[in-house]
């Protein structure tokens, strides 16, 4: 049974940050590349950003440009999302998923994607 359990997530000031976990079990993690998603109250399932199964290609949302940096550890089985300069509109319920390829295709969308988390919620108070 595959599952992705992310954490990290937490109530903090505009302008500071916070570090999201993605811990993947029931799948050999390296072969898949990996995304983060977000969705806010009353808007639509937003891509953040994406990562390869080997980290070296990282994908990312213009909005979140210069501000986050996704990356994994193959090891542990595990992918971050490091979040800097964080502003109120970066509120929103952030969701780990592990793609069906090594590299990911189309990865702004979520059908690439075959496996979710259940969610962590990042709130911003300005």
């Known amino acids: 049974q595959v599952q992705l359990v992310e954490s990290g997530g937490g109530l903090v000031q505009a302008g500071g940050s916070l570090r999201l976990s993605c811990a993947v079990s029931?799948?050999?993690?390296?072969?898949?590349?990996m995304g983060w998603f977000r969705r806010a109250p009353g808007k639509e399932r937003e891509f953040v950003a994406a990562?390869?199964?080997?980290?070296?290609?990282?994908y990312y949302t213009d909005s979140v440009k210069g501000r986050v940096t996704i990356s994994r550890d193959n090891v542990k089985e595990t992918m971050y999302l490091q979040m800097n300069s964080l502003k109120p509109e970066d509120t929103a319920g952030y969701y780990c998923a592990s793609h069906k390829d090594l590299f990911p295709s189309n990865c702004y969308m979520p059908d690439g994607y075959e496996y979710w988390g259940q969610g962590t919620q990042v709130t911003v108070s300005s």
């Open positions: 990562i390869d199964w080997k980290g070296t290609n990282t």
């Open positions: 029931g799948r050999t993690f390296p072969h898949y590349a």
